[in-house]
């Protein structure tokens, strides 16, 4: 089946429309008429072949919403009607422990974890295509259930990468009350840190290089806000986190950071620059045995947990709406932090 798509068909090419396949819908799939597509500052560094590893034509997208067209024979977790999410994941080998573990992203098997763009169908070479299309075809266990509201569908689609990306490691390091938690960043994923930590009863504190973002921060959810560029005001809040999350996209001296957390504190990165960060200082980790660890998306479980959480606490993602063809402006903006906070295509205007 021909699918409306667009892609990059080099690093240097701008997005455009083409047409894509997808698959007849197998006995356990699920086949999905996308609705809404989340744009993610990953989409922004694969489609430009930040990252090594990356082939063309690259269909971007991993916040999916849709509705489910149609369902193959063996499909018991959904039916043709509901709303329902597809996130950073397509496959996994369903047999290793992280997999048992509900940790598919981690999956030990031969292939990994099959990423919903740019994954490795079976080590067959051929490629995955992500939401930035009309429709995409997913084994329904890959496929999550939503329970918002029709009118918040669109704010809905971030969570199933930017909320699930900080709910996992703000649950793994057990955020919770009485716990002094940090967001550096706050772009999208950031803004969900912030509103999910809130959430969880933390005491939250933003860390930002725009000033212009202060007052947002704030009604996202945040106790405190620190501009990072100001030494004075880093300072005033050394050796006193129990847990930082760093969703930056770009290298950065973390050595800033790590001198705020308590000992035994660790500062968790999400953020995946083209090149790494200066290596932090050693001596920094070790004079109050800090850690600093790194997490990747989430899995199938927890992110229903997470989608079920959002819906009962009437969280979803400040976002702006956008027509296909005007991903590149949207991409151009990400890059200079200027987007509050998450860029959602109306996929309608494919
Ligand atoms: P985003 O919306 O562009 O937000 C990133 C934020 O980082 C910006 O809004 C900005 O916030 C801050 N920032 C940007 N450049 C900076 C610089 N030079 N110095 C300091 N701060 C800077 O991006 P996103 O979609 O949230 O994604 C963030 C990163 O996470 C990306 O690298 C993405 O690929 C990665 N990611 C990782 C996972 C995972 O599983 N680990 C999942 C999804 C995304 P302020 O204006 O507040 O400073
Ligand atoms: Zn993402
Ligand atoms: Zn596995």
Redesign the pocket.
Known sequence: MQTKAYAAQSPTTPLAPTTIPRREVGELDVAIDILYCG???????AARGE?PGMRYPLVPGHEIIGRVTAVGSAVSKHKVGDVVGVG?MVGSCRHCDSCHDGLE?YCEGPHGWLQTYNGWLDGSGENTFGGYSAGITVDEHFVLKISHGEADLAAVAPLL??GV?TW?PLRHWKVGPGKKVGI?????????GIKLAHAMGAEVV?????P??IQD?RDLGADQVVV?RNADEMAAHAKSFDFILN??????DLDAFMALLKRDGTMT?????DTSHPSPNVANLIFQRRQLA?????GIPETQEMLDFCAKHGITSDIEMIDMKDIEAAFER??K???K??FVIDMATI
């Open positions: 744009v993610c500052h990953s989409d922004l560094h990252w950073c992203q990468c930017a990306t996992s550096v960043g706050i772009g999208g994923l950031g803004h969900m933003a860390f930002t290089t725009s212009a973002k921060a990072s969703t930056v996209a770009a290298p950065h990165m999400v953020g995946v620059p790194g997490s990747l998306i989430g990400m890059k932090s200027d987007v906070y998450r």
